[in-house]
């Protein structure tokens, strides 16, 4: 069974495609800044064809990533760590716990009332 590529009725090349959905995505950049810096690279697409390519292709792109991801996550270079924040919701002081991966994303996160060793195991399951 031969997959089919999702470009395939597409006349612009799938890098460009790639190029300006991750421009968009990565940077904060509008989609008419995409358009522009595109345009100095002599490649002339209107701001609503970006949005069209980044609706459609968008979750593709982050599923792909999403798997590179979790290939990294298995390396012994991938590591996280439990981080605990004090906030106060409604004037009473709660605490927040998050594992947070090397990069600086937070993984998971979970509200306590008290900080204990209870309260941690907690989140760990």
């Known amino acids: 069974?031969?997959?089919?590529?999702?470009?395939?009725?597409?006349?612009?090349?799938?890098e460009i495609i790639r190029l300006a959905?991750?421009?968009?995505?990565?940077?904060p950049l509008s989609l008419r800044n995409?358009?522009?810096l595109l345009h100095e690279r002599?490649?002339?697409?209107?701001h609503e064809t970006v949005r069209f390519w980044?609706?459609?292709?968008?979750?593709?792109?982050?599923a792909e990533i999403r798997k590179?991801?979790?290939g990294a996550m298995r390396s012994s270079r991938w590591r996280?760590?439990?981080d605990e924040v004090f906030v106060k919701i409604n004037g009473e002081t709660h605490y927040l716990w998050r594992?947070?991966?090397?990069?600086?994303?937070?993984?998971?996160?979970?509200?306590?009332?008290?900080?204990?060793k209870k309260a941690a195991l907690k989140f760990l399951k």
């Open 68 to 70: 590179r991801r979790v």
């Open 80 to 82: 996280w760590h439990l």
């Open 21 to 27: 959905v991750m421009m968009y995505i990565r940077f």
């Open 34 to 36: 995409v358009e522009d």
């Open 54 to 62: 980044w609706n459609r292709f968008g979750p593709m792109f982050a």
């Open 99 to 116: 594992a947070v991966d090397h990069e600086g994303e937070v993984l998971e996160s979970f509200v306590t009332k008290t900080r204990d």
């Open 42 to 46: 002599g490649i002339e697409i209107s």
């Open 1 to 14: 069974m031969t997959q089919r590529s999702p470009f395939r009725y597409f006349k612009t090349s799938p």
